[in-house]
């Protein structure tokens, strides 16, 4: 009698105006205790009648939360995972109630995520899947449950399906490839679990990602694996992440495979193309893959050799702040210990006046605070005379000087040992810049700051001494009366600026 009850109850709530008499009879918590039956058929209808009434009404998903909902839910995917109809209802109401952060919460007690992996396995058709992969996609927005979501083998198994799907052209299939690959993303970046289980688990789906990606490319062309990158802006951010960038850098290993596959290039295209339509987020796949690229020195090397500074050199031309921002970025990571891209790029006037500009630009200072740490990058790593010229006529020294008055001690540091290696190769150059800006002056407030980090102390006494070959900048020393200041580092706390403190000292003296 109450099976047959239960099953009029879900007919009844088909019809939308028999919703409200329904709620208003509290039917909804009288129905909620038949979820603990072990009779199969009275689930199935005791399920449906619930979903359909309290489907699209958070009022009543909270109170079904509250009233203890979900660990039913869990049991009916745990005791009758081989039931089609009854799977069916529990992960309908997983996920219509998936995006509370109550039911979030009421999961991560429960032993959802291995049910779901369990689930995954069977699934059988593009719509389970896809109804899998909601449920999922709303959980991992959940810190605690994204873990357990890794830990339970969630990555591994999108990855198998992802194997299964690639090269397909049919559209369904392409869905649950695009989906897959969403959710992997959404997993694998930023997730809490440990290192050695997240590495784990990402090498695992960079390789069938990266492979996928390979076969489509050699079975239809780099042009379709250009419209396949669009497609996938989640792979890319994924597969050029520090997470996957960290493996192991063997002949299978992701970077180099990326680097072997013409992505780079790929992603140029894709911006070329989107930063003129304004695609938001392939432009930010885009780049911030090839931020992620640019750091490994194999991927540096490939790109240098490939010509790759001359067309982000050209993209940004852009005017968008957030475009500029993640290229030059790109760029100083690019003349990260590179003396021949500091060099090439040293030495393109358009390249450094348009940095010069930048460095001025106060409403936008994610761009100006790049353009200068660009400027000091080319500096440090160059080894050329020119460069040091170039950046001279440029008007980009006063710009550094200014960069050592930062509140960011690392900021300070690269202007400081910016300045100092332009000084060893060329302070003649220099000379008259660093009186106008008042290089001397500024390195003197820093040594007398009591709140100048040590490490600023030591790299401004640094290059100090560099600055006391010229004459006339030595001149300018002995006026400022820096020698009493030099003489009073030297009973610093930290032991590396007084070290420094007394080598300055007899350089000044002449003593060395």
Same mark, same amino acid.
């Given at each position: 009698?109450?099976?047959?009850?239960?099953?009029?109850?879900?007919?009844?709530?088909?019809?939308?105006?028999?919703?409200?008499?329904?709620?208003?009879?509290?039917?909804?918590?009288?129905?909620?205790?038949?979820?603990?039956?072990?009779?199969?058929?009275?689930?199935?209808?005791?399920?449906?009648?619930?979903?359909?009434?309290?489907?699209? @009404?958070?009022? %009543?998903?909270?109170? +079904? &939360?509250?009233? /203890? !909902?979900?660990?039913? *839910?869990?049991? #009916? =995917?745990?005791?009758?995972?081989?039931?089609?109809?009854?799977?069916?209802?529990?992960?309908?109401?997983?996920?219509?109630?998936?995006?509370?952060?109550?039911?979030?919460?009421?999961?991560?007690?429960?032993?959802?995520?291995?049910?779901?992996?369990?689930?995954?396995?069977?699934?059988?058709?593009?719509?389970?899947?896809?109804?899998?992969?909601?449920?999922?996609?709303?959980?991992?927005? @959940?810190?605690? %449950?994204?873990?357990? +979501? &890794?830990?339970? /083998? !969630?990555?591994?198994? *999108?990855?198998? #399906? =992802?194997?299964?799907?690639?090269?397909?052209?049919?559209?369904?299939?392409?869905?649950?490839?695009?989906?897959?690959?969403?959710?992997?993303?959404?997993?694998?970046?930023?997730?809490?679990?440990?290192?050695?289980?997240?590495?784990?688990?990402?090498?695992?789906?960079?390789?069938?990602?990266?492979?996928?990606?390979?076969?489509?490319?050699?079975?239809?062309?780099?042009?379709?694996?250009?419209?396949?990158?669009?497609?996938?802006?989640?792979?890319?951010?994924?597969?050029?992440?520090?997470?996957?960038?960290? =493996?192991?850098?063997?002949?299978?290993?992701?970077?180099?495979?990326?680097?072997?596959?013409?992505?780079?290039?790929?992603?140029?295209?894709?911006?070329?193309?989107?930063?003129?339509?304004?695609?938001?987020?392939?432009?930010?796949?885009?780049?911030?893959?090839?931020?992620?690229?640019?750091?490994?020195?194999?991927?540096?090397?490939?790109?240098?050799?490939?010509?790759?500074?001359?067309?982000?050199?050209?993209?940004?031309?852009?005017?968008?702040?957030?475009?500029?921002?993640?290229?030059?970025?790109?760029?100083?990571?690019?003349?990260?210990?590179?003396?021949?891209?500091?060099?090439?790029?040293?030495?393109?006037?358009?390249?450094?006046?348009?940095?010069?500009?930048?460095?001025?630009?106060?409403?936008?200072?994610?761009?100006?605070?790049?353009?200068?740490?660009?400027?000091?990058?080319?500096?440090?790593?160059?080894?050329?005379?020119?460069?040091?010229?170039?950046?001279?006529?440029?008007?980009?020294?006063?710009?550094?000087?200014?960069?050592?008055?930062?509140?960011?001690?690392?900021?300070?540091?690269?202007?400081?040992?910016?300045?100092?290696?332009?000084?060893?190769?060329?302070?003649?150059?220099?000379?008259?810049?660093?009186?106008?800006?008042?290089?001397?002056?500024?390195?003197?407030?820093?040594?007398?700051?009591?709140?100048?980090?040590?490490?600023?102390?030591?790299?401004?006494?640094?290059?100090?001494?560099?600055?006391?070959?010229?004459?006339?900048?030595?001149?300018?020393?002995?006026?400022?009366?820096?020698?009493?200041?030099?003489?009073?580092?030297?009973?610093?706390?930290?032991?590396?600026?007084?070290?420094?403190?007394?080598?300055?000292?007899?350089?000044?003296?002449?003593?060395?």
């Amino acid at each position: 009698c109450a099976v047959k009850a239960a099953h009029v109850l879900s007919e009844i709530a088909k019809n939308e105006e028999m919703k409200k008499p329904c709620i208003e009879a509290d039917l909804v918590l009288t129905l909620i205790p038949l979820l603990e039956s072990r009779d199969q058929e009275m689930l199935l209808h005791a399920g449906r009648a619930i979903g359909r009434i309290c489907y699209d @009404n958070h009022d %009543l998903q909270e109170e +079904l &939360v509250k009233v /203890g !909902v979900i660990p039913s *839910l869990v049991r #009916i =995917l745990t005791d009758y995972a081989e039931s089609e109809p009854l799977v069916h209802v529990a992960l309908l109401a997983l996920y219509n109630l998936a995006d509370l952060d109550t039911a979030k919460e009421a999961l991560s007690k429960t032993k959802v995520a291995e049910q779901l992996v369990r689930q995954l396995r069977r699934a059988e058709n593009h719509e389970r899947l896809e109804m899998v992969f909601e449920v999922l996609q709303a959980l991992a927005e @959940n810190d605690a %449950l994204k873990v357990q +979501l &890794v830990e339970a /083998g !969630v990555p591994e198994v *999108l990855s198998e #399906i =992802l194997l299964r799907l690639q090269g397909s052209s049919q559209a369904d299939d392409t869905c649950i490839v695009k989906a897959a690959s969403d959710l992997i993303v959404s997993l694998l970046l930023g997730a809490g679990a440990h290192l050695s289980l997240e590495l784990k688990a990402a090498k695992h789906s960079a390789k069938a990602l990266v492979l996928i990606l390979s076969r489509h490319e050699n079975s239809q062309g780099k042009d379709s694996l250009n419209s396949q990158l669009a497609l996938f802006p989640s792979i890319i951010v994924f597969l050029t992440s520090p997470t996957c960038l960290v =493996l192991p850098l063997s002949s299978d290993g992701n970077c180099l495979r990326m680097v072997q596959l013409g992505v780079i290039h790929q992603l140029l295209d894709l911006l070329e193309k989107h930063v003129q339509s304004g695609d938001n987020s392939v432009q930010h796949a885009a780049l911030s893959a090839l931020q992620n690229l640019a750091i490994p020195v194999v991927s540096k090397v490939r790109m240098l050799e490939e010509d790759v500074t001359e067309r982000i050199e050209a993209l940004l031309k852009s005017e968008s702040p957030p475009v500029q921002f993640k290229l030059l970025g790109t760029l100083r990571m690019l003349a990260d210990g590179q003396a021949d891209a500091a060099e090439v790029l040293g030495q393109d006037p358009m390249l450094l006046n348009r940095l010069v500009q930048w460095c001025d630009m106060n409403d936008h200072t994610g761009v100006c605070g790049e353009a200068n740490r660009l400027l000091a990058s080319i500096l440090h790593h160059n080894r050329s005379q020119e460069v040091v010229k170039a950046i001279r006529e440029a008007q980009g020294v006063k710009h550094l000087v200014s960069m050592t008055n930062s509140e960011h001690a690392a900021t300070q540091n690269e202007a400081l040992n910016a300045l100092a290696v332009a000084s060893a190769i060329d302070l003649e150059t220099l000379e008259e810049s660093f009186k106008e800006s008042q290089l001397v002056q500024s390195l003197h407030k820093l040594l007398q700051d009591d709140n100048t980090s040590p490490e600023v102390k030591y790299n401004s006494m640094g290059l100090l001494c560099r600055l006391l070959n010229s004459g006339d900048l030595r001149q300018e020393i002995e006026e400022e009366r820096i020698k009493e200041t030099l003489e009073q580092l030297c009973n610093h706390s930290n032991a590396n600026v007084v070290k420094e403190a007394v080598t300055t000292l007899q350089v000044l003296r002449g003593d060395t």
